[in-house]
């Protein structure tokens, strides 16, 4: 086969040889960007499992030794997680101070605060019940 492509190139006029040649080169350079943007795909690939993996240990604890954990449940048990510590967040302050951390307290937050804390680590902490972000 390879043979007869040959013969058929050679068969071909000056003009059309400098017509597939470019067509060659362009066929590669564009073989060439979908290699680099599969490596790009791969990469990106490759650091969301390393994050999902991340979490997954994070949320089961650390694996056996030669697995992993699954994937499929972190959304159902990162739910559970929040939902728990809302819960808590909907308490009163220990010490009705809003344990603001290193303010000279005789402690540093007690679970309520860390609670509402977790839920909002950029909000300023006030006592009372927790404001969320979320509709329900």
């Known amino acids: ?5 040959d013969k058929a190139f050679y068969n071909l006029t000056v003009h ?4 597939a040649w470019e067509e060659i080169a362009l066929l590669k350079k ?3 960007a979908l290699q680099k ?9 490759e650091r969301l499992k390393e994050r ?5 240990n994070a949320l089961h604890g650390g694996p056996r030794e030669m697995s992993l954990h699954s ?12 939902d728990f510590i809302e819960g808590v967040a909907e308490g009163d ?3 009705n101070d809003n344990c603001p951390p290193n303010a000279g307290t005789r ?4 679970d309520v605060c860390r609670a509402r804390r977790a839920l909002n680590p950029d909000k300023e902490v006030h006592d009372g019940p927790a404001e969320t972000g979320t509709d329900g």
Do not use: G
């Open 30 to 32: 564009q073989v060439e």
């Open 71 to 82: 994937w499929h449940d972190l959304a159902e048990i990162a739910e559970r997680h929040r």
């Open 52 to 56: 999902l993996t991340a979490t997954a």
């Open 1 to 5: 086969m390879s043979d007869d492509l």
């Open 93 to 95: 302050c220990a010490y």
């Open 107 to 110: 402690h540093y937050e007690c």
């Open 37 to 45: 943007e599969n490596d790009d795909y791969d990469a990106l690939l």
């Open 16 to 19: 059309q040889r400098n017509v």
